[in-house]
């Protein structure tokens, strides 16, 4: 007989919440889980534009702000393994208030940080807080939907989510026009704080005390390594953290490129990653329009291709030293649009044979490895004798990667058919 945790169980929808029927509650819900899940790009993205400012006022390195940007990433891997057993047993509001209201007060930490290593510090601190927005929302959407309706409503998150790479940039460069790089932290302060109050006013608890599976060490442990054990979980999951890792280094590393190497102002840069952000939600959207007519695998299987195919031309332009910016910012454009159908496709893979149970454990652990292998891939474009990324790194690095990620789709492929 299977074990509850076993992977190739039958999904359980238990005592779930129902899913919403009506456009105004679907509508609300998208709304609420989009400024959750919004956090972390907003976190990441939004103080960008202040790279060399930040490097110039800490008396820091180029490769030491990056390790900021790391330092959250491996903040919500951490964050997500403890918030997703803690949300299967207690239910999904409780850790998600403390977790958002946590964010809230580091950010406002973050403003009065006096060197480098106390601002790293309180970025990891800031990613364990932020991984409850994204942990618990991934679980929220299991437990109420599934299949397409699973991939619809991630398309739908998505568009809301996507917003917060294409404005965050764009505010923090507008917001270095009227004053320092710290207005930024506020500005994710307020935001957080604002999610709070969504949570606590209008977020359903959607995981009842009955469905509820409180998990010690010893099962914690069984269920993570009945996971980790089983390739249809985790071949996915590698399609989607080695994906992520492509998309994080071009955020880590083009606003060095971009100001350093092409000389554009913090302001171009914030544009010309709105335009990439822009694409990216045009992805998830083409992907929304695919549903029902290409099944998920040949949707995921178009996303990795195109975005093999950007980054290789990227390769090239930049070894032969042929590159303009408006190759360049159309490449990562293509790059950015085909990951608007592999992070829904590829997230809903690796939930969709879990039972609702273990959501939130499925969903930490998935959470958990893509902001990990995010955070490292990206701190290998720094990895130069400079110690500054260029665009020859950063072509190199997502060129790798995404090579490795269409070999775990192959896996993922071959382990279905056996």
């Given at each position: 007989m299977q074990s509850p945790s076993s992977p190739s169980t039958a999904p359980d929808r238990g005592t779930a919440l129902a899913p919403p029927r009506s456009r105004k509650s679907i509508a609300l819900l998208v709304l609420v889980l989009g400024v959750l899940t919004a956090t972390g790009p907003l976190a990441t993205d939004m103080y960008l534009p202040a790279f060399p400012q930040i490097t110039r006022e800490l008396g820091a390195t180029e490769g030491q702000i990056g390790l900021t940007l790391t330092a959250i990433m491996i903040g919500m891997a951490v964050g997500q393994l403890v918030i997703g057993p803690m949300s299967d047993a207690w239910g999904r509001r409780a850790p998600l208030l403390v977790g958002v209201a946590l964010f809230t007060v580091t950010s406002v930490l973050c403003v009065f940080v006096p060197n480098v290593t106390v601002f790293i510090a309180l970025r990891f601190l800031q990613g364990v807080a932020g991984a409850a927005g994204a942990v618990v929302a991934r679980a929220i959407v299991r437990d109420m939907f599934q299949g397409d309706a699973a991939v619809r409503f991630f398309s739908r998150l998505a568009l809301v989510m996507m917003l917060a790479p294409l404005l965050a940039p764009?505010?923090?460069?507008?917001?270095?026009?009227?004053?320092?790089?710290?207005?930024?932290?506020?500005?994710l302060a307020g935001m957080s704080a604002l999610s709070f109050v969504l949570v606590l006013l209008w977020l359903p608890e959607s995981l009842p005390p009955e469905a509820r599976r409180s998990q010690g060490p010893r099962q914690l442990a069984a269920t993570v390594g009945s996971l980790v054990r089983n390739p249809r979980f985790v071949s996915p999951v590698l399609t989607l953290g080695l994906s992520f890792g492509m998309l994080f280094t071009y955020v880590s590393a083009f606003s060095f490129v971009s100001q350093n190497e092409f000389g554009i102002s913090p302001q171009t840069y914030g544009w010309l990653f709105a335009v990439n952000a822009l694409a990216s939600m045009a992805g998830t959207q083409g992907n929304g329009l695919l549903v029902g007519r290409v099944d998920t695998a040949r949707r995921l299987l178009m996303g990795l291709l195109l975005a093999l195919g950007a980054v290789l031309v990227l390769l090239v332009l930049a070894l032969t030293g042929a590159a303009e910016l408006w190759m360049v910012s159309g490449l990562l454009a293509l790059m950015m649009f085909s990951v608007g159908f592999i992070m829904p496709n590829a997230t809903v893979t690796a939930l969709d044979g879990q039972p609702v149970a273990v959501?939130?454990?499925?969903?930490?652990?998935?959470?958990s490895m893509q902001f990990a292998l995010?955070?490292?891939?990206?701190?290998?474009?720094?990895?130069?004798?400079?110690?500054?990324?260029?665009?020859?790194?950063?072509?190199?690095?997502?060129?790798?990667?995404?090579?490795?990620?269409l070999l775990a789709y192959v896996w993922a492929?071959?382990?279905?058919?056996?």
């Open positions: 764009l505010v923090g460069a507008q917001l270095l026009l009227v004053g320092p790089w710290q207005l930024s932290f506020w500005v959501a939130g454990t499925a969903s930490a652990l998935m959470g995010g955070g490292a891939i990206a701190a290998m474009a720094g990895m130069t004798p400079s110690g500054e990324a260029s665009l020859v790194s950063m072509a190199v690095v997502m060129a790798t990667v995404a090579v490795l990620s492929a071959r382990v279905k058919v056996r």
